[in-house]
């Protein structure tokens, strides 16, 4: 039987941005907590529809004490 190759792109496992739940996750506070981080404008986000995504390079400066809180 002939091997199926499956040649479709993958996902770079470097993220680029963490979810407010990841982000929650990392942090071990609640989501709402990062939603007012996101309001703040502690660290860079988008929004792609109705998600949030915060930018991992500013997350982790801020979080690394190097941005503005």
């Known amino acids: 039987m002939a091997e199926?190759?499956?040649?479709?792109?993958k996902a770079n496992p470097e993220k680029r941005s963490y979810s407010v739940a990841e982000a929650a996750e990392?942090?071990?506070?609640?989501?709402?907590?990062?939603?007012n981080l996101c309001a703040a404008e502690a660290?860079?986000?988008?929004?792609?529809?109705?998600?949030?995504?915060?930018?991992?390079?500013?997350?982790d400066e801020w979080l690394d004490g190097g941005s503005k809180t």
């Open 43 to 59: 660290f860079k986000t988008v929004r792609i529809g109705k998600k949030l995504r915060i930018s991992r390079i500013s997350f």
């Open 4 to 9: 199926h190759k499956d040649n479709t792109p």
């Open 26 to 35: 990392i942090l071990g506070v609640s989501k709402r907590s990062i939603y």
